[in-house]
């Protein structure tokens, strides 16, 4: 057995668990996070999709250990109590979810893409969701999604008072 | 007559004018009001109600997007075991011996099942030719040769690998057109490998030909296809004291499910509580049971709900995929295009088991023709039996395939004739009132407004 | 998947020490993509995975005296976003964009690309065509090899068991040289290679000819391979769609691929003829740019 802290969603979690254990199967089954899917186990799908440290990662692709001592976010981690976030809003809104198996993993990756890139253009959200493999929706509208979310994100930032003017 | 009530003013209850006040202490909503009911509820054809062109989120997106939906793997029962099936690996074989023995004597493994315990070993929609676990005839390499539950997935995996299977293999035929050879090895023996035909009739193609300017043949054929919803076949076993089985299932047809089993356990059918649960996406192939028998069974061993989830290798080779068909189509036209004549040869590639293949094969015939008003058509069609992963249910059943054929075939007399392939299309398509090949005759009829709509969308007549 | 160890390797000789202990039981996990999807599906019979990826000493992307030094663990994703790669071989960072997707990238690492060492890898041929080397640990110590050295077959490379990729290095001579990859595969995401092939060559400035050609081809042979005869053909020619076009052709007939359930043999012959003149013309158009950028 290996013992693993990882902070999840922003809480310090504990396991002790087989090494060969996943960080996909640690957070569904220890951590009782059951957002993350499994799809396939291989890493093509990404229904399993986590951040890790900022990155996307397949979860089914690491193992518990290289995911200790490090921050993991998972669906769970993205609305609060007070709102959904505006990236599974958009999703909602833009009937991007049909069975919506694919879609923790497809949200969690477009989190990621907006953490690096507030304004992405079609070619950006393509790539970005391109381990994100969907047979319900053909794609379209969750790059509309994307397209919305980006947008009330860029207005919500832009709306935040600025406090460096402020305190001259 | 008009001073009979209508039925809806007398059914409509008195409200309690207390009810309609919001009970704001406890932030109640209002009970609804009463609206007024509209005269008639009969939709008329070709008038929009309403609710058409609205717009309106899925009631289950908001689950989605918050990783809250329960899909089965999602679930947990106490003291739940997991269950693998072992998978045949040969395509045509008979089993001559099963060993268990090193798998159930793993610590770990709560119980192993094989074919021979199943009380009904058959099922399926319309013939009942498919084994739960096969015994002792394997048809395919993905079918299931035996089962573990055990305490966790790891250890069940490994419990496969410890058992034996013996099997003495069999010739095997993997192409429909071979398989319907009088010496072809027999999928079934002795029954022939050609289990379903139809025939459709209208008119009278033989004239039709004989009056054709031009008869186009053409052979198409199209390749199986796995519907590969993200979310895997997955279900749960349990009984409960009282010996009622409760079954939590990706399975869309629960009556269906519950009549299987039924029928596979020699369980009568108010035993048996089927729960389809939300499913990540199944598009026909979630349409049948597959291993629900085989954890009911292992559950009731244990004494323990069983869980099994298949892997992506078994979604597929254990599941059911699209018919792969081979089609020849004739058609006569006259040199204008107009089509006076088709006849349609269609063989379908069944797999192993029967499945939804009569369905299919059914809507195939009816369908091959095409949206065309054709007055002479002759649609034979045949489903054939091969050592493959069995075709069923995937969404279109048969009308992808033959749509395939008869648009290429459409777009290569367009050629020959030189005629706009748009122009050809609306010289031949329905209209209002046009029969079907089946006689039925059709009304909101919209073929040709569309075609010319999606031409002008797309720019039709710009292309170069 | 089958039960096995795991340790975090506290620093390279750790990591040998625990390789050259437990031999073929030991694996190497770094990004960790290919490695599980093997343990998953194989009968592994492993005993200890040493996980490799914390190790700062291997990763980095940096300039040093010899060369361009590229950490065995930096990420497709790092290559991908490294201004000095972007700069001076934006090849190289083409062929990390064109492995797997977003996911795969973040974790996979360069070094586990080259040591699966499967033939259609992405990142070997436009390496080969910068005539990269390879640092390793073993027992022994440190050793540097060029990088055709360490592809001995499919899945093999000439690293004993107890060997360790520690970087690639690609000389300084090379700086800059224009180069380009090109792939094709039956997707646009998270596709294998039918045929990959990289370009990489100088341009001689008066008479617009072929300076130093290399050619470097994947996926048609049992491991990544130069096309000699191709790079003797364009050496010294002058530089034209015929010419490249031609050393397409000459590089399809040095290859040896195989038919199987993607593509046949002689459409894969097809396309290396197509991806090594597109590769050339790519690379001369880089080559053209750069001459424009330091025109004033």
Known sequence: ?168 | MADEPKVLERERPVVDEALLRANTDQNLPAVARRESVPDTLVPQARQQTGAVGQRVTRTDARQHGLGQTRYIDDLSLPRMLYARIKRAGIASARIKRIDTSAAEAMPGVMAVLVGSEIPVNSFGPMLQDQPVLADPIVRHAGDGVAAVAAVTEQIANEALEKIVVEYEPLPAVFDPVEAMRDDAHKVHAPASNIYISKVIRKGDVAKGFAKSDHVFEGRFSTQMVEHAPIEPHAAIADWDANGRLTVWATNGRITLARSDLARTLMLPLNRIRAIGTIVGGSFGGKNEISQEPVLALLSKKTGRPVKGVFTRTEEFIATTTRHPFVMEYKTGVTKDGRILARSVQLTLDGGAYCSWTETALGKACILAAGPYRIDNIHCEARAIYTNKTMAGAFRGFGAPQVCFAYESQMDDIAKALGIDPLEIRLRNVFAEGSPSPTGQVLHSVVVKESLLQAAARFGWEARS | MKAFGYVAAKDVGHAVALLGEHGARAKVLAGGTDLLVELKFAAHGLKIVVDISRLAELKGISIIDEGLRIGALATHADIMRSPIIGDMFPALADAAHSIGAVQTRNLGTLGGNLITCVPSMDSGPTLMALDAQVTYADGRGHSQVPLAELFVAPRKTSLGPDGLLTAIIIPKANFAKPAAFQKFGLRKGQALALVNAAAAFWVDQDKNSFVQPRIALGAVAPTVIRAPRAEAFLEGKAITDEVMAEAGRIAATEAKPISDFRASAGYRRDLIAVLTKRALQSAYARASNKVRESVP
């Open chain 1, 1 to 168: 057995m290996i013992d693993v802290t990882i902070v999840v969603n922003g809480e310090t979690r504990r396991a002790s668990v087989p090494p060969e254990t996943t960080l996909l199967k640690l957070l569904r089954e220890n951590f009782s996070l059951t957002g993350a899917k499994l799809g396939c186990d291989v890493g093509d799908c990404g229904a399993c999709t986590v951040i890790v440290d900022g990155m996307a990662v397949n979860s089914c692709l690491m193992l518990a250990g290289q995911a200790n001592g490090r921050s993991v976010t998972t669906i769970e981690g993205l609305a609060t109590r007070d709102r959904l976030h505006p990236i599974q809003k958009a999703f909602e809104d833009n009937g991007a979810l049909q069975c919506g198996f694919c879609g923790p993993g497809a949200i969690m990756a477009t989190k990621a893409l907006f953490d690096e890139n507030s304004d992405p253009n079609v070619k950006d959200i393509r790539d970005a969701l391109s381990g994100s493999l969907c047979r319900c929706t053909g794609y379209t509208k969750m790059i509309e999604a994307v397209q919305d979310a980006a947008r009330i994100l860029r207005a919500e930032a832009a709306a935040k008072p600025r406090q460096l003017e402020l305190s001259k």
